[in-house]
């Protein structure tokens, strides 16, 4: 789950066709059986060998390429950090921030729209700043790797739209930050934290009805074969949805993704159009189940509250620090104090190196709710090969076994090795209590060392 428009709706993405793993169905595995099985029963599985047999379908250099996309991420963190204080600094040295606030205070008298159009105008100037960080990590290396399909005019026609969206909730969200610092000096940490809070949650509600379609088409999914049964999977775990909706997320990127996201009424239960073409039935309801989980686990709210108190600890950390700054820099820059809103930069630049140093915990939070969603789809979909080849597609651009330290720091889901080796544990425990070789329709087994990527259901 991403935070704002898209942590929390997050964010997200597809499988290669279903694997058999049984010994009747699948002779070219049968040495992951382990023992001998009585007559009539299931043959033993051995969850590491099984998970290891998967593992050995991503060819070398795929997964080295994969290995390379993610780490590169890494450095990605830490230069856009550095690239954010670099253009804090760039607004407060030059005085385009004092300019702005200035430029504001002629148009109106009223503080709440002084804030307001200073707010906008900031957003520009900080995206304008960070684009050259943002063509190459967001255009220039998708493509190299792979994974984008737009070419430049749509992707920035898809920017301009998003800096739209960032302007105008943006823009409010720094006046309602400022009206708070203007009345409550003193405790406006507190209140701040709230008021985060209100734009999280609108946000939750907001994104997969308006924001959403403003960058992709969203139909609904009128081929029962594949709606059917996904309706049957949430009405089975209390979930109140009668439609399934389809998002054309092919146009952008190779990646597949869905969610059943929403609160008050916006219940919505989505996947895209990669999901569709590029994984079988069995991977679908895998994928569907673990989305659900989210949804019935009440990971949505438990986020909320979680990363609600994170944002509390940050601005009681931020109202010290930012004390200390203005102090020291206030004077150099024309700033007049706390509730200036040419200080700005200077805020954004605390929390920044403030999210920054919490990477570890937030990786975490989020990482322990997919890993229980992950256990929920098992059960309720009860698919563990179509989970095992949504992890190997994921590996597309998620490195597939990292090292524990690793996967703890840079990982917001568990490893693709994690996720095989629990839904192979799963499938290990449950071999008696029922058909799994038949479940889901899967696709026959594929050599060791090569991926399937034939389509499990018609192209829309």
């Keep these: 789950m991403r935070m704002a428009s898209r942590s929390i709706v997050g964010n997200l993405r597809g499988a ?4 058999l793993l049984g010994a009747l169905a699948v002779p070219a595995l049968a040495a992951v059986a382990t023992g001998s099985p009585a007559p009539g029963s299931a043959p033993a599985l051995s969850p590491e060998a099984a998970t290891e047999a998967y593992l050995a379908r991503l060819p070398p250099a795929a997964r080295a390429r994969s290995d390379a996309y993610f780490e590169g991420g890494y450095w990605l963190q830490l230069w856009g950090l550095l690239y954010g204080l670099g253009a804090a600094w760039v607004l407060l040295a030059t005085g385009l921030s004092v300019k702005l606030r200035d430029a504001a205070e002629r148009v ?11 707010g906008a105008c900031y957003f520009v100037l900080t995206y304008l700043l960070t684009l050259p960080l943002t063509l190459y990590s967001d255009y220039f290396r998708e ?4 994974l984008a399909n737009q070419t430049f005019g749509p992707w920035m026609r898809d920017q301009l739209v998003g800096l739209g969206v960032a302007v105008v909730m943006g823009g409010i969200a720094v006046a309602a930050f400022y009206t708070v610092l203007r009345r409550a000096p003193r405790t406006w ?4 934290s709230g008021l985060a809070v209100v734009f999280l949650i609108f946000s939750v509600l907001v994104a997969p009805v308006w924001i959403e379609p403003l960058f992709n088409r969203i139909t609904e999914l009128r081929d029962p074969v594949v709606s059917d049964p996904i309706l049957r999977l949430a009405r089975a775990n209390g979930i109140p949805a009668d439609h399934v909706y389809v998002q054309d997320a092919s146009k952008q990127s190779k990646r597949v993704s869905a969610h059943v996201t ?6 919505r239960i989505e996947l895209n159009d990669n999901l569709l073409r590029r994984a079988s039935p069995a991977t679908i309801e895998a994928v569907m189940g673990h989305e659900m989980g989210h949804y019935v686990l009440h990971h949505i709210q438990k986020s909320l509250v979680a990363f609600s108190l994170l944002l509390a600890l940050g601005f009681a950390i931020l109202a010290r620090a930012f004390d200390g700054a203005l102090a020291r820099c206030g004077p150099r820059y024309r700033l007049r104090g706390l509730a200036d809103p040419a200080a700005l930069p200077i805020l954004a630049a605390l929390f920044s190196l403030y999210l920054f140093a919490v990477t570890p915990i937030a990786n975490t939070l989020i990482r322990t709710d997919e890993a229980e969603a992950d256990l929920f789809g098992l059960n309720a979909a009860r698919q563990p090969d179509g989970q095992a080849e949504a992890a190997l597609l994921l590996a597309e651009y998620r490195k597939l076994r990292p090292g524990p330290l690793e ?5 917001d889901h568990p490893s693709g090795y994690n996720r095989i080796l629990t839904a192979m544990r799963w499938k290990a425990a449950h071999r008696g209590d029922c058909d799994l070789a038949g479940a889901g329709n ?12 034939t389509v499990g259901a018609p192209e829309r």
């Design 16 to 19: 290669v066709a279903a694997l």
């Design 108 to 118: 109106t008298r009223v503080d709440f729209l002084r804030a307001l159009i200073y």
């Design 143 to 146: 493509h190299r790797y792979g």
């Design 189 to 192: 940490w507190l209140w701040a």
């Design 262 to 267: 929403g609160l008050l009424g916006t219940l």
């Design 407 to 411: 996967e703890w720091f840079f990982f």
């Design 442 to 453: 899967p696709m026959p087994a594929a050599p060791p060392g090569s991926v399937i990527t």
